[in-house]
């Protein structure tokens, strides 16, 4: 199949896939094409997808060439008159000839649009459309823009070094505000308050194909994917610490770079031990922990499911600390290709432009001195935190699901709790949804494991310092939690305060998350050796029956609930105590 049809196939979306562009192409093996080269095709087209709608449309090019369906005309029409590559098929290609055969019109509607936009040369009407500013505005009127997040990597390079060279010519915005206003060409950058060696820039800078990107210099990470390592905290005597679900990789390279900031030469040096279950993801960790230059640090557990890990064994004797991101509904994911908007042209349009349409009317024109930039053409895939999740699962808020993926969730939280030298722990997910977050917290905090280990929730008031004063925290919803009997008003209160949230479109400019830190008193080596899985004193009957469900996010789940499963007079006796 051509580049082409196999776009116009994945822009169809006929399976109804979820997830954003890029993790669908991510997923999807039987491509001929290389994903990358199809993501820049299909987000290059989309951006000009506007302009090309009507060019098309005034061409009356549907009627006249019947092979053509209005995906694949905005496709080719693209590389025909707006790529410098032209085309990319044979010219005897079916689809070559197709489009070729209508050039001069489609040039020449192609430059009318361009003028009567007010854009006197192709390279400032190229500036514009990277910059977004022929972007039609939603009907609200309000477009909430993304900064573009990026993580230095402390392991390749440092912050004062980047903004010397790298980045010299940007200067450093006051607010974080102006650069989520900035065009992509403006040179400004934010450095963050709450997070070290985090920078902001304008939402359509254009940095996958920089040498600073590809060489691991610097991650490609939202402000909020930051904050579970970072709230980890990692200090010197940590031992080990455990990556449970760690594909692509930026929470663990974010890891390893705390833990190589704290390590002294004269300590022995701590590993970070990053599980991934599924295999193509694990492969993709694994390249991102190299490129970072973490794999010193870090032993990757390609395929490995973290509750398949013994807790107990030698293996994990020293394993202090975990971090937590399980797969999760992604509800809180801001997909920077949501911007993957095609605007069809209409196979029954006329060629001369309809009164009143959107071709006939004026559109906003932007600063034609802008600097040139030129689009990308990029077959470079950057990869950043809309990759996080697997299976994205925007759509689906069935409470079914959501019980499903709780489920799951509770039993990767209290099988960390299960680690002998373990004495913190974070659990994180990029949903918005409370089931997979305060009430998962709430509900490990109750379980015997907890119980009999002493885990409890870190408080707002020991929370790593940048943290501590993050805003927004978490919330309580009581007829979510249908246990809400058993827990007062001061812990629920308690837990709300002590938990972090970051929402989606607002000035903060993060995407949905959610994360809380559990931690042990007693510290490294309270309980040592005491734990294994389903063998333990301390697991009751019921919490082992839930310890075995067999979860995967692929399959439904077996429908056991821990709310089924508990005598609620155990469970208000370990609450008492909890919390
Ligand atoms: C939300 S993503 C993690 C994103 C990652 N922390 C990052 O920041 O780049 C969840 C990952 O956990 C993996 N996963 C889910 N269940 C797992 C398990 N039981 N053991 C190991 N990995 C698991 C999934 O395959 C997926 O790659």
Not at 195 to 204: G, Q
Request: charged residues 25%; neutral net charge.
């Amino acid at each position: 199949m051509s580049l082409y049809y196999e776009a116009a196939s994945v822009l169809a979306n006929s399976d109804n896939a979820g997830g954003s562009l890029k993790s669908r192409l991510y997923r999807q093996t039987d491509l001929k094409s290389s994903p990358a080269q199809l993501f820049a095709l299909i987000s290059e087209a989309s951006k000009w997808s506007l302009v090309l709608k009507d060019v098309i449309e005034k061409c009356g090019l549907l009627r006249e060439e019947k092979k053509l369906t209005p995906i694949l005309a905005l496709l080719l029409c693209h590389d025909l008159i707006v790529s410098k590559n032209g085309v990319a098929a044979p010219a005897n290609h079916v689809l070559k000839l197709a489009i070729s055969r209508h050039k001069a019109r489609l040039s020449a509607e192609f430059t009318k649009a361009r003028i009567r936009r007010g854009y006197p040369t192709l390279e400032s009407f190229r500036g514009a459309v990277n910059d977004g500013a022929l972007e039609e505005q939603p009907s609200s009127g309000v477009k909430t823009k993304h900064p573009r997040w990026i993580r230095v990597n402390t392991l390749k390079t440092n912050l004062e070094e980047l903004i010397t060279t790298n980045f010299a010519e940007y200067e450093k915005a006051e607010t974080l505000s102006q650069v989520m206003a900035a065009s992509g060409s403006t040179k400004i950058y934010f450095r963050d308050p709450n997070i070290p060696n985090l920078l902001a820039f304008p939402p359509k800078i254009d940095i996958s194909k920089s040498s600073v990107y590809t060489s691991g210099k610097i991650i490609l990470q939202d402000k909020a994917s930051c904050f579970p390592a970072y709230l980890l905290n990692v200090a010197p005597g940590d031992g080990d610490i455990i990556d449970g679900c760690a594909a692509p990789g930026n929470k663990t390279t974010h890891l390893a770079a705390l833990v190589s900031s704290c390590t002294s030469d004269n300590q022995k040096p701590s590993k970070v031990i990053a599980f991934e279950r599924d295999k193509t993801r694990a492969n993709i960790l694994q390249k991102m922990v190299k490129l970072a230059a973490a794999d010193g640090i870090t032993s990757v557990k390609a395929g490995a499911d973290f509750l398949a890990a013994s807790p107990g064994t030698e293996e994990f004797s020293n394993v202090g600390a975990i971090l937590l991101d399980p797969s999760c509904s992604g509800s809180g994911i801001v997909g920077r290709d949501d911007s993957v908007q095609m605007h069809l042209p209409d196979a029954s349009s006329q060629s001369a432009a309809v009164p009143g349409s959107q071709s006939s009317k004026k559109r906003k024109r932007t600063d034609p001195s802008k600097p040139k930039v030129e689009p990308t053409t990029a077959v470079n895939f950057a990869l950043d935190d809309s990759a996080n999740e697997e299976t994205p699962l925007e759509e689906d808020k069935t409470s079914e699901r959501l019980t499903a993926l709780s489920t799951f969730q509770l039993r990767i939280l209290t099988h960390a709790m299960h680690f002998p030298n373990a004495h913190k722990i974070t659990y994180s997910t990029c949903s918005i949804h409370f089931e997979e977050n305060e009430g998962v917290v709430a509900r490990a905090l109750a379980s015997p494991v907890a119980q009999s280990r002493g885990w409890r929730i870190l408080s707002r008031a020991e929370q790593v310092d940048g943290l501590r004063q993050w805003q927004r925290r978490g919330l309580w919803e009581d007829e979510k939690f249908g246990e809400q009997a058993e827990l007062d008003h001061d812990q629920k209160q308690l837990i709300s305060d002590a938990c972090i949230r970051c929402e989606k479109g607002t000035e903060e400019g993060t995407m949905g998350f959610f994360v809380a830190a559990l931690v042990r008193d007693a510290g490294p080596n309270f309980n040592s050796g005491t734990a294994t899985l389903h063998h333990t004193a301390d697991d009751s009957e019921e919490w082992k029956g839930f310890d075995d469900v067999d979860v995967t996010e692929d399959k439904p789940i077996r429908s056991v609930s821990p709310t089924s499963q508990h005598s609620k007079k155990k469970r208000k006796k370990a609450r008492k105590n909890r919390v």
